[in-house]
T-cell receptor, first 112, second 112 residues
């Protein structure tokens, strides 16, 4: 079945540093890909998504590009802020197209 | 509008007891999902309801777990004879247009 692997954290950065969180997947067919974010004390929120190869999802300064050739969907941000401190989850649709499969999450901690 | 709500927010129970967790989806959302978030394990799909169709129960870890959705709206996840390994955060999500899902704040279950 479909699966996703994301880099383990925690990731600790200084404010204004460049962020990359790696995510790779294995899948049958053409899944949609997602990044969700969970801020401290809050529920999961959709950060960005891409539904087909070469699509770039973007939101709040974060970007990720659906790379079919490398089966990757790495999350990037050019200049992180303290308020970006959260847990980030990479996800893709399951083979049946009925639910999402999530990675284990990567904790990002940004200090000023 | 109102988001997905879950109750209780925290539940502590003794091993062997039954528990019921409730989810109120966003009004009008036809699909409802339950996930489990265990420490260090990411999110695990449990069950999916879509309209009046038979639910997809493929993610339920054992026959101690069951869920129902009444009137196409509120859902209850029941865990019978709880075990310590059931301790986790149980997340509910609803969707009008899969795969975009909206998550509730979760119920933290602790089995002692």
């Amino acid at each position: 079945g479909n699966s996703v692997t994301q880099m383990e954290g925690p990731v600790t950065l200084s404010e204004e540093a460049f962020l990359t969180i790696n995510c790779t997947y294995t899948a049958t067919g053409y899944p949609s890909l997602f990044w969700y974010v969970q801020y401290p004390g809050e529920g999961l929120q959709l950060l960005l998504k891409a539904t087909k190869a070469d699509d770039k999802g973007s939101n709040k300064g974060f970007e990720a590009t659906y790379r079919k050739e490398t089966t990757s969907f790495h999350l990037e941000k050019g200049s992180v802020q303290v308020s970006d401190s959260a847990v980030y989850f990479c996800a893709l649709t399951n083979q049946a197209g009925t639910a999402l499969i999530f990675g284990k999450g990567t904790t990002l901690s940004v200090s000023s | 509008g109102a988001g997905v709500s879950q109750s209780p927010s925290n539940k502590v129970t003794e091993k062997g007891k039954d528990v019921e967790l409730r989810c109120d989806p966003i009004s009008g959302h036809t699909a409802l999902y339950w996930y489990r978030q265990s420490l260090g394990q990411g999110l695990e799909f449990l069950i999916y309801f879509q309209g009046n169709s038979a639910p997809d129960k493929s993610g339920l870890p054992s026959d101690r777990f069951s869920a129902e959705r009444t009137g196409g709206s509120v859902s209850t996840l029941t865990i019978q004879r709880t075990q310590q390994e059931d301790s986790a955060v149980y997340l509910c999500a609803s969707s009008l247009d899969f795969p975009e899902q909206y998550f509730g704040p979760g119920t933290r279950l602790t089995v002692t």
